[in-house]
């Protein structure tokens, strides 16, 4: 199974933008993109996915290297309650299993 | 609020017994997926099921086993409990149709604590 490689934290302010980055070298061809988010005291939600073009969706947009050895999950905004475990993952076409890995913790400064 | 349901949402035992997890997915959600998520392991794969089937493995011990009932609904059991069984878990359900193309919802998970 393909991995991705997330910083362990990430600072930001509010009301500012926040780019999250995530490394995935080994990705295959039929590999989807996915993150998700963990609140605190929550279970991960689903944030956007993507294949090869960039998304956008109410919550975030997810930027994709052309090559797509590495995504960008931007939140336009964050806010306080943004504040969560954020988690990329390869999904391959056809498979079922996510592997999530130790994700990257925002935090979110008032 | 997922639509996903997973009862107790805390579950306190003694080591060497056995216990058993709910969760009953978001209506019309076909799959089921259950994860264990602890300080030291983080967030594991554990099973799906599909439409009462079971679909794809992750780490799931011998210990552990899981079903999916007629009415969709799902249960996790954990028996000779250990002490190292503690983490949270949690159960998911997606839309029929291939993992990479369709988003999981997550229930609130249970918390099991082994003492």
């Known amino acids: 199974d393909a991995k991705t490689t997330q910083p362990n934290s990430m600072e930001s302010n509010e009301e500012e933008p926040v780019h999250l980055p995530c490394n995935h070298s080994?990705?295959?061809?039929?590999?989807?993109i996915h993150w998700y988010r963990q609140l605190p005291s929550q279970g991960p939600e689903y944030v956007i996915h993507?294949?090869?073009s960039n998304v956008n969706n109410r919550m975030a947009s997810l930027a994709i290297a052309e090559d797509r050895k590495s995504s960008t999950l931007i939140l336009h905004r964050a806010t306080l309650r943004d504040a969560a475990v954020y988690y990329c993952?390869?999904?391959?076409?056809?498979?079922?299993?996510?592997?999530f890995g130790t994700g990257t913790r925002l935090k979110v400064l008032a | 609020d997922s639509g996903v349901t997973q009862t107790p949402k805390h579950l306190i035992t003694a080591t060497g017994q056995r216990v058993t997890l709910r969760c009953s997915p978001r209506?019309?959600?076909?799959?089921v997926y259950w994860y264990q998520q602890s300080l030291d392991q983080g967030l594991q794969f554990l099973i799906q099921?599909?439409?009462?089937?079971?679909?794809a493995k992750g780490n799931i011990l011998e210990r552990f086993s899981a079903q999916q009932f007629p009415d969709l609904h799902s249960e996790l059991n954990l028996s000779s409990l250990e002490l190292g069984d503690s983490a949270l878990y949690f159960c998911?359900?997606?839309?029929?149709?291939?993992?990479?193309?369709?988003?999981?919802?997550f229930g609130p998970g249970t918390r099991l604590t082994v003492l």
């Open positions: 993952i390869l999904i391959p076409s056809g498979t079922y299993k996510y592997i």
């Open positions: 993507g294949l090869t």
């Open positions: 998911a359900s997606s839309l029929p149709g291939q993992g990479a193309y369709n988003e999981q919802f």
């Open positions: 099921y599909y439409n009462g089937e079971e679909r």
């Open positions: 209506s019309g959600d076909l799959s």
């Open positions: 080994t990705i295959s061809g039929t590999d989807y």
